[in-house]
T-cell receptor, first 117, second 108 residues
Framework: GAVVSQHPSRVICKSGTSVKIECRSL??????MFWYRQFPKKSLMLMAT?????????EQGVEKDKFLINHASLTLSTLTVTSAHPEDSSFYIC?????????????FGPGTRLTVL | AQRVTQPEKLLSVFKGAPVELKCNYS??????LFWYVQYSRQRLQLLLR??SRESIKGFTADLNKGETSFHLKKPFAQEEDSAMYYC??????????FGQGTRLTINP
């Protein structure tokens, strides 16, 4: 199956700093990527949908100026958490869809654990 | 509004016993439902989708529109089935709405 990677897998930062998380599709072109946030023992909450070359679509309640998403190529989307605060600490997961799949199956990355001190 | 409910956060059964993980949904449109599984220290992966009507690793799930349910079943549980299971609903063209997940533990 298709492989999605995320970098870094784990990051610790100070409050007020910005953190960038990368999501890459390794062996396919991802027309659409999704960013999720997962709290401990909770479900995945969709934050935004990212289409290559266009602005991301954010879910209700997600601050677009706080969580900047860039999908500059068909294999890379980035999520930047700006001016991070401890409440932003979470597990961030991306997924990707390839245009060649009629099922639109989402392939998930391994996730990035963000800890804001 | 779209919603997926998995009433059991934890489920523990003995090896060889039948397993049923419950999933109920709320969606005004024509639903497309999935089960995802996350084994320990691994990423989330698709287990099965209702439109395929397939059995994967011995698991099956039938969409019941009358009861708005999509329960996951396996007649004989195996230890390697221990994992976190998420039911998901496709709302719109691509967006997935996930349930809260059920942690399944198979006891030897």
């Amino acid at each position: 199956g298709a492989v999605v990677s995320q970098h870094p897998s784990r990051v610790i930062c100070k409050s007020g700093t910005s953190v960038k998380i990368e999501c890459r599709s390794l062996d396919f072109q991802a027309t659409t990527m999704f960013w999720y946030r997962q709290f401990p023992k909770k479900s995945l909450m969709l934050m935004a949908t990212s289409n290559e070359g266009s602005k991301a679509t954010y879910e209700q309640g997600v601050e677009k100026d706080k969580f900047l998403i860039n999908h500059a190529s068909l294999t890379l989307s980035t999520l930047t958490v700006t001016s991070a605060h401890p409440e932003d600490s979470s597990f961030y997961i991306c997924s990707a869809i390839t245009s060649g799949d009629s099922y639109n199956e989402q392939f998930f990355g391994p996730g990035t654990r963000l800890t804001v001190l | 509004a779209q919603r997926v409910t998995q009433p059991e956060k934890l489920l523990s059964v003995f090896k060889g016993a039948p397993v049923e993980l419950k999933c109920n949904y709320s969606y005004s449109g024509s639903p497309e439902l999935f089960w995802y599984v996350q084994y320990s220290r691994q990423r989330l992966q698709l287990l099965l989708r209702h439109i395929s009507r397939e059995s994967i690793k011995g698991f099956t799930a039938d969409l019941n529109k009358g009861e708005t349910s999509f329960h996951l079943k396996k007649p004989f549980a195996q230890e390697e089935d221990s994992a976190m299971y998420y039911c998901a609903l496709r709302a719109g063209a691509q967006k997935l709405v996930f349930g809260q997940g059920t942690r399944l533990t198979i006891n030897p």
